[in-house]
């Protein structure tokens, strides 16, 4: 009999009501069966086959619903023609439609995929492919170099190698799509149709974007990735019809996740250029939905402020601000046309935008939507497929993460004298556990319950605000905890300061390991600061950063206040959605 209840203390946390209907599919290829039925002749993907030149426009490609469905099935059919079936297939490269298709594809009933990140370096890839014990290996022609050495391994002698791109000595995503086409409604295709798919069999190995040592690898199954697209469908504003650009990177459960539900809500998807076009895509295609990281969510609303303050419009700003939320109160919405040049820059069209991995500053949040553009905050992770709560448009509350998914349940587990406690969870979006590693599952599956080990609180209605992760906690000599993440998030609001990592260590050099006063390691932007501060030389950024962190200090109680600075133009490392890995950084 368990005695759980009797041995913790747990505060449920309330779920956001359903506020649409919407279909719930077992596996992805009745996912993809139900959006052509739905949404048949829509553009689904829009494809930029040329770039344009001072002399011609670009040149673009849209495929339908139906053709993305067509697509899947014909790569899925030349993939059991190749002999793939019980194979898993590793996948590595930049966000694009062959992406997608062969993911598709080969969870259409033929085996396990293993998306893998872009960045990796050759020894984790080979790691990383001999871990999940991947068969074949599914990569873009950026990766030659890489999978040329993979091809000398002792560790990947058997590896079979499909390029997506046409390339010299290897068989091709182009190849196997025309032979399939050619061959027309032949009986590969039928017998791929055919094939079994259990939504509850693991289907894919993802290795988590972990900002403290290795990564693990999460075991999900097709329905822990579908139950989560119906949950987040069921009350966030995702419309047919709506342009999402795909940004965060599909090897990562919040951009494949992320993907399918946008193709399930029936959007239309189109792919960045590159990280320093992401501005200039949003006007090209009229992006209205974006899914991203804070990181540069509050990049884009700094460029924002600091051109209106550039051309000497902030007393205008301010004044329409004030304008607009007083008759918001009356249900007069005036922000398009008042705010039309700012969101011109964005492209127009954007409304809607959803961040999530790690903490949104709730000033950018609260900035855009005072604009005109709704910021919704949501949290997850790899191990839930990911989301597990969030807010929409009916329940916000900046600076939290709202409540809990539907068909989710959250609890703060045991939580102390400031209703602080762990977070955990229960769904069927979470994974069946970590991919042999039985001691790192125990640790986190307990009695049927994900710990997230992040702590929270709850306010008065029960909306989600996340403390810290426990493993950051800083534990000074009196006994307070300090979470290193809200300090983060005022040192992140200084308009030149790129990023920041807050940390304790000891207050003398050699002296109690015990007695620890907070630091900060900074990344600032010379360019900024220059302009912000007219601070140039070492001395001038050193005296302006310090009366900044003074500033903050004064707001902070004082054994919240930051004693050290470690100041640098030189980026920290990250993971592919922004968080900066902690195990990894120099001072």
Known sequence: MSTENTQHTRIPVPNLEVTREMPLYHDIRELLKGCEERFGSDIAYIIKTKKATKTEPAEYKKVSFIELREDVDRLGAAFLRHGLKGKRLAIIGKNRYEWMVGYYAHLGGLGITVPLDKGLPLDELEMSLVRAKADVLFFDKDHIDLVERLKESKDCQTLEFICMDELEGFVSYPQLMKESYELGDDESIKEYRAL??????????????????????????????????????????????????????????????GQTMMTCAGMTTVFCD??????????EYKVSVFICVPLLIEAMYKRIMAEVEKQGKTKTLKFGLKLSNFLLKFGIDIRKKLFGEILDKLGGALRYIISGASPLDPVVAKGFTDLGVQVVQGYGMTEASPVLAGENPQHLRFGTIGLAMPGVELMVEDPNENGEGELIAKGANVMTGYYENPEATAEVLKDGWLHTGDLVSLDKDGFITVRGRSKNVVVLKNGKNIYPEEV??????????????????????????????????????????KEQRNAVSEEEIDAAIAEDIRKINEQLPRYKQIH????????MEKTTTGKIKRYKQKI
């Open 196 to 257: 079994p798919v259990d939504g509850n069999e693991l289907a894919i190995i993802l290795f988590t974007s972990g900002t403290s040592g290795l990564a693990k690898a999460v075991q999900l199954t097709q329905y822990n990735i579908t139950f989560n697209i119906w949950s987040v469908l069921s009350v966030e504003d995702l419309r047919h019809g709506d342009v999402n650009m795909a940004f965060l990177p599909y090897h990562h459960t919040f951009g494949s996740t």
């Open 564 to 571: 050290r600075r470690y100041i640098t133009t030189e980026e």
């Open 488 to 529: 983060e998030t005022l040192v992140g609001q200084i308009p030149y300061i790129k990023e920041n990592m807050v940390f304790g260590e000891p207050r003398e050099a050699g002296g109690d390991a015990k007695d620890l006063v907070l630091s900060v390691k900074i990344v600032y932007d010379p360019d900024l600061i």
């Open 274 to 283: 590159g990280l320093k076009s992401v501005q200039k895509n949003m006007v």
